[in-house]
Every structure is written in C-alpha cells, then in structure tokens.
C-alpha cells in the first residue's frame, strides 16, 4: 500500500476485522433470507464485495479473516451450519468439513486475499489505470476462490461429475460474482482512496448533507412505486406485459424528472454562490469592488461550505473596501495639505527675495524724507 493508503489502514485496522466479518455476516443472511433471483440454486449477493473491498483497503490478512469468518457467520444465521457427531463411530474431520462447507468459507476467504496481495503489488485506487487493474484481481479473486468452493465437493465426494460441478455451481455463482464485483468494487475503492480517515470534517459538512438530501429525495420516488407495483401484483391477479411496461415507463418518466429537477436545484443553489464569489473576486482585482456587493456577499444564506466560503469572503471586501475608502480620504487630505504648504511656502519665499526686500527698505520711515530736493 502507498503511504496514504497504509495510514489510513493502520488507524482502521483493529476494528477492520471485526467490523468486515459482522457486515458480511449479515448481509450474506439477507441475501440467504431473501435471496435475488440468479441461476439454478446460486443467488446473486452483492455483499461478496465485502471480503473483496477489505482486502484491497486493509490488506490479505483482513480479506481472508472477513471473507471466512464472514461467511461462516452468514451461513450460520441463515442455518445453514451443522455440527459433526461424537458418535465414535462416525467421521468427525469429514462431517466438520462438509457441515460447515469449509470449502465455501476457505473459497470465500481466498477472495479476500488475492485482492490484498494485488494491492501490496499495485497500491493506490485513485486513477483509472489502477482500478483498470484492481477490477482484473477481482476477477482473479473471484474465480480462485469459487474454483476452490465449487470444486471441494468433489474432494468430498468423488462420485460427483466436475462438468456439472463446472455448469450448475462454478460457472452461475463466478458470474453472478463477477458482476456485482465490478460494479461495486471500483466505486468503493475510488471513493475510499479520497476520504481522509484521520479527520472527520466531511462529516459535518453542510454541503455533503444537501447533496445527500438531494440523492435521497431522488431516489424515494421510484422506490415508493416499485414497492407499490411489487405489493398489488402480489395482492391481485397478474399484470399483462402491457400493464407492466406502463408502470414501468412511468416509473422511469417520473425518476428521470425527479432527478432532473433536483439536479437542477442543487447546481442553481451551488452554482449562484459561486459565481458571485468570481465576479466579487475580479472586481476585487481590478479595484472596482462596491461595497454594496461585498454587503451582498457578507449576508449569503446558507449553512454549506459555499455559503461560509461566501460570507467570510464578503467580511473581508468590507474590510478591504473601507481600509481603500478611507486611505484615499486620507490620501486627498494629504495632498490638500500638502498644496497648501508649497502655496505658503512659495510665497513666503517670493516676499524673502531681493526686489521685496528693497521695496520694504524704501519704506522705512524717514528715508523718502531725506531724499527730498530743497526748497
């Protein structure tokens, strides 16, 4: 693992165990519980990702641990677990084997660790070329591992013809794996690659919540009406083909139209202040910033990070704004000042010249007198 990557997983890494073996635990007994619709007796679970995802982030140790431990836990909720007898005559290696499907859980731990191992080789998730090569562990993972689960029955019983073994387990559950693998997988690790674990700002991040809300308001529409379409075929007689694709085209008219509008609202609400901050920073630039606009700025609504952004950055305009406003004040005074001191001081110094000065010894009293021819 890079240096990021080995730092997160270090703070994470004593509750990674625990915490992978008891999500996949449970999901493996919804799944179980009710189960997707797949092919022959293998359901499609998207919780296999589980094992996958923590052995990419936390390395082969935790995938193995949470993949076996994980899918013993599963498959004993779902019931699916018997212990062997002590009857001495009995076999106890092989009814421990084949009661707990040891090669089920062993194959579901090698999914874990042959994804820990490729990301001690190829670390980092957070470019395409990485998760280009991360999905092709996957498959790698997914097919060791179902090899080894689907193919110990017959170490178990050699009676048992390996081509239907191949047709009817390995081929429908490396599939169906496969498939919620690459879906999921890459999206996690992607996302996972940009949180920060040691800081835990995100979490109260206005911005994230209103994205949230906006993903969630999304997505409740058309989760209420398949919900409802689902409850009444239950309830009634069978839709027509022709009532279905109704329902089903109106379900995709109104999500589309509800993730369009919120979409739209989320970038208007996102987008406004943003460009107001721009046009307040070029105005700023050129010396043309108005402290109406600054005031403007200063009052933004909103609790998001936009809207603090904005307001802390309106705080600071009326403060750059009245610190120039007053500095030219001070600067027209100063010239004022100064023009008024080189207007004294230059006609103090036309009086103090040589011309003035014999005009004011001609006035001195008694000269003009003295100077008089006699009568």
Request: net charge neutral.
């Amino acid at each position: 693992m890079n240096n990021r990557f080995g730092r997160r997983a270090s703070a994470w890494f004593s509750n990674a165990y625990v915490l992978g073996t008891v999500l996949y635990g449970i999901l493996g007994w919804l799944s179980n519980s009710f189960p997707i619709t797949g092919t022959g007796t293998v359901s499609i679970r998207p919780g296999v990702c589980v094992p996958i995802f923590f052995g990419y982030a936390f390395g082969p140790s935790v995938g193995f641990v949470v993949g076996l431990a994980g899918n013993t836990f599963g498959d004993l909720l779902s019931g699916y677990i018997t212990l062997p007898s002590l009857d001495p005559g009995s076999d106890f290696v092989t009814e421990l084997v084949s009661g707990t499907s040891l090669h089920w859980q062993i194959g579901n731990g090698v999914m874990g660790l042959i994804p820990g191992l490729v990301a001690r080789v190829w670390p980092g998730f957070s470019t395409p070329s990485s998760l280009l090569r991360a999905s092709f562990g996957t498959v790698i993972a997914v097919g060791a591992g179902m090899a080894i689960a689907s193919f110990g029955s017959y170490l178990l019983d050699p009676s048992l013809d390996p081509n239907v073994i191949l047709q009817e387990t390995f081929y429908p559950v490396f599939i169906s794996n496969i498939f919620n693998s690459l879906c999921i997988v890459p999206l996690l690790l992607y996302n996972f690659a940009r949180i920060n674990g040691a800081s835990r700002e995100w979490l109260s991040s206005g911005l994230l919540r209103k994205i949230l809300v906006s993903i969630f308001l999304s997505a409740i529409i058309p989760i209420v009406l398949l919900s409802y379409f689902l409850f009444t075929k239950s309830s009634a007689s069978v839709d027509s083909s022709f009532d279905v694709s109704v329902k089903l085209i109106f379900t995709i008219a109104v999500t589309l139209v509800l993730a369009f509008m919120n979409g739209a609202a989320i970038a208007v609400s996102l987008s406004g202040p943003l460009i107001s901050l721009t046009r307040a920073a070029q105005a700023m630039q050129s010396e043309s910033l108005e402290i109406g606009s600054a005031l403007k700025l200063r009052s933004t609504p909103g609790d998001d990070e936009v809207s603090l952004l904005s307001r802390l950055f309106g705080q600071m305009a009326v403060e750059v704004v009245a610190r120039e406003q007053n500095l030219r004040q001070q600067v027209a005074q100063l010239r004022s000042e100064v023009s008024s001191s080189a207007t004294a001081r230059g006609a103090s110094e036309m009086l103090d010249n040589n011309f003035f000065q014999s005009l004011r010894e001609r006035k001195a009293p008694g000269d003009g007198a003295a100077d008089l021819p006699a009568g």
